[in-house]
């Protein structure tokens, strides 16, 4: 296999092209409420405390990506977006980073209460978890390989790369404190390039491109948050390297999820920039959240939860 150059590799894969969209923390509240069904302007505001010039740019980000569309009430007084087909289709990632932050960054609410899934025509209960495909076998990481694709190339981060203060909500068991680790482009540039293998600090910084105090922000926080371990690799003088811990590696399956929907909706075939593949078999994986014990995509218009006192 050819490697090609780290830098393209880390910042032109599917993951980036998807967090450059809708990878920061307002976003992902933003999403987090319109699953529960949120369409208004001011009800977001109400529920999030979202700045309104914030809210406005986000919600019009999200239209212009095909997340939402904009559409009226039937009144026809107020304005409504609502989720489309590509939109829902990003319930899988919400699942996902739900089932890591309950594990690894719980809410006192999180440690209290639990969100079941269950299909709404059959009553049977949903275990999510990342298969290879539709009805195909949960994704081992040890067996995965990767080849650039026919699309690999840089893209532009977005423009606005500040990290924001978000109030945590008291109310919601899922996507809760997980925003004040991942709510960022940078903080999940800095987690895609630990997932190459990517350890130094001056590695990092060649690979992003990002200024330095940027860089050591990220470093420091997802440090301290557990998602990465410092380790001293030299003594004189004392330098470190950052890896992977426990925490981080379980973040495999958000990640693989995203990639997912990003391969789904922002690439053709001949514009995929990354093709993971099966290492036994070689066959391209389509990675999907589904359910464990019938294999079915998890579809939100299917799905129904409910909020359960945790064992």
């Known amino acids: 296999m050819q490697h090609p150059d780290l830098r393209l590799l880390v910042m032109g894969n599917p993951v980036a092209r998807a967090f450059a969209i809708v990878g920061d923390a307002w976003t992902q509240l933003i999403l987090r409420e319109a699953f529960y069904g949120v369409r208004r302007f001011n009800v977001w505001c109400e529920r999030l405390g979202t700045p309104r010039s914030v809210l406005t740019d986000r919600l019009g980000r999200l239209v212009e990506a095909g997340i939402f569309v904009q559409t009226q009430a039937e009144t026809g007084l107020r304005t409504e977006y609502r989720l489309t087909d590509r939109g829902l289709d990003l319930f899988g990632v919400a699942v996902m980073q739900g089932q890591w932050e309950r594990v690894w960054a719980a809410s006192a609410l999180q440690e209290r209460y639990e969100i079941a899934f269950f299909d709404r025509e059959s009553g049977g209960r949903i275990q999510p978890v990342v298969l290879?495909?539709?009805?195909?076998?949960?994704?081992?990481?040890?067996?995965?390989?990767?080849?650039?694709?026919?699309?690999?190339?840089?893209?532009?981060?977005?423009?606005s790369r500040r990290?924001?203060?978000?109030?945590?909500?008291?109310?919601?068991?899922?996507?809760?404190?997980?925003?004040?680790?991942?709510?960022?482009?940078?903080?999940?540039?800095?987690?895609?390039?630990a997932f190459f293998r990517v350890r130094r600090f001056d590695e990092f910084h060649s690979v992003l491109g990002v200024a330095t105090n940027i860089l050591a922000d990220r470093l420091a926080r997802l440090t301290a948050h557990g998602v990465l371990e410092k380790r001293p690799y030299q003594r004189t003088p004392l330098r470190y390297e950052y890896r992977l811990s426990r925490a981080g590696r379980d973040m495999y399956p958000i990640v693989l999820a995203m990639l997912g929907w990003s391969q789904k909706w922002l690439l053709s075939p001949r514009e995929r920039p990354l093709i993971l593949k099966d290492r036994d078999s070689g066959k391209a994986l389509k990675p999907t959240v589904c359910d464990l014990e019938t294999g079915q995509p998890m579809n939100p218009r299917a799905t129904r939860w409910d909020v359960e006192r945790a064992d």
């Open 132 to 159: 290879t495909e539709p009805f195909g076998k949960p994704v081992d990481p040890t067996r995965v390989t990767w080849e650039a694709g026919p699309g690999l190339k840089l893209i532009d981060p977005p423009t």
């Open 163 to 193: 990290r924001r203060s978000v109030p945590a909500s008291s109310d919601r068991p899922i996507i809760d404190r997980s925003t004040e680790i991942i709510g960022d482009y940078w903080s999940w540039a800095v987690l895609s390039a």
